[in-house]
Structure formats: C-alpha cells, structure tokens
C-alpha cells in the first residue's frame, strides 16, 4: 500500500477539511506525509517610472507567513495524530507543476487533494488544479470532495 503520501494545500477550508481527512488516512495505513503549499512568486510590474512600495524582501517575509499559515492545520493534525510530517513551500505561477514535482522528486507514492468541484463556465474560467494534476502525473491521486 502506500508509504509517502503528498498533501498540498492552499490553506482554503476545503483544503483544511481534505488535510484532516489525508492526515487519517495517512495514520490508518501507516504513511508518513509530505505536506506542501504553493504560493505565487514576486512579480514587479510598473506603470510608470516610480518604484513600488512594495520589495522583494518584504513580499518573500509576508509570503512566508502566508505559507506557515496554510501548512499549519496539517502540522497541527499530524501531530495530534502522531503522523510523521515534513513541510515543504514552493513559490511558482503553476501550482499543479509544483505538486507534481514535489511528489515525484520527494519520493510520495500518492498524492491526496481536494477539489473545489468547480464545473461549467465557472470551472472554464477559474480551471483546476487537480485536474491538471491528475492529467499530468503518473503517480496516483486520491481526490476529496
């Protein structure tokens, strides 16, 4: 069965309530957990000539608080559950890449997500991280709804 399950998040309540559910699943069939969140990089666009207030360095310590928070249901559930953890923040415009190769560079059996179940137009508009998950990695995908 599995051994290394990945658990991304993206701090939402869905994502928190398919973290309690993976972090269970992970401690029923003795799993560790590779927890991950993915955030957007610093992107500096100017309209004009003046530099914004807003720098590198102050984006990369905000952010930073912004990943601690979106891991720390899975810290807090993995370790009342005694399940062992690793957290991982990766910064890009993709995530579903990110989830991919954190999954297979890491070593992960499985990964574990949530879907939003976002369909039509909204679906068309907004798109799906776990579906473009599901069609670009060859590992299995355990999908919570």
Excluded: W
Excluded at 39 to 64: C, L, N, R, W
Excluded at 112 to 130: I, K, N, P, Q, W
């Amino acid at each position: 069965m599995f051994k290394h399950i990945l658990i991304p998040t993206d701090g939402s309540d869905l994502s928190n309530i398919a973290v309690v559910n993976g972090v269970r699943f992970a401690k029923e069939i003795g799993a560790r957990i590779t927890g991950l969140t993915v955030t957007q990089p610093f992107h500096f666009v100017a309209v004009d000539a003046m530099p914004s207030g807003d720098t590198q360095e102050q984006y990369d310590a905000d952010i930073k608080l912004v990943a601690e928070r979106h891991l720390s249901a899975l810290k807090a559930a993995a370790a009342q559950a005694g399940v062992p953890l690793q957290l991982l923040h990766a910064s890009s415009d993709h995530p579903y890449e990110e989830i991919v190769k954190t999954a297979e560079t890491q070593g992960c059996d499985v990964i574990f997500l949530a879907s939003h179940g976002r369909r039509g137009m909204r679906a068309v508009l907004m798109g799906s991280e776990t579906t473009k998950v599901l069609t670009h990695t060859k590992i299995p995908v355990v999908v919570y709804r």
